[in-house]
């Protein structure tokens, strides 16, 4: 089976997405989805991950695509135990698939 295939018919295997948001206290969140829009629009209302319950998230700043759940995880933990700073640069490197797709039009950039 090839990542583009599909398993016992759930998402394909690479629709996984690693994205980060700039927060109103100045913070990074990291999270994974299949769908970074709607993930977007649950954390903006609430919803879903506790970290807005105490702030509110401002733009999608890092998006990565073509993962599989699992790799997903894996590189989302690894964004986490980063130090602030490789956080940061994290928005200005190739990996950073935000630009090459314009999604940041709607989501609070």
């Given at each position: 089976?090839?990542v ?6 759930s ?6 997405q ?11 969140y ?6 970074v ?27 990565e ?33 935000l ?11």
């Amino acid at each position: 089976m090839s990542v583009t295939d599909t398993a016992s018919n759930s998402e394909p295997l690479t629709k996984w997405q690693v994205y980060m948001i700039y927060c109103s206290d100045a913070s990074y969140y990291t999270g994974i989805s299949t769908d970074v829009r709607k993930r977007f629009a649950q954390h903006a209302n609430q919803l879903g991950a506790k970290y807005f319950r105490g702030r509110r998230p401002e733009r999608l700043v890092y998006l990565e695509l073509g993962h599989s759940r699992s790799s997903a995880s894996k590189r989302e933990r690894s964004i986490k135990n980063l130090p602030r700073p490789q956080k940061i640069a994290l928005l200005s490197a190739e990996t950073n698939q935000l630009q090459a797709y314009a999604w940041d039009q709607d989501l609070g950039s």
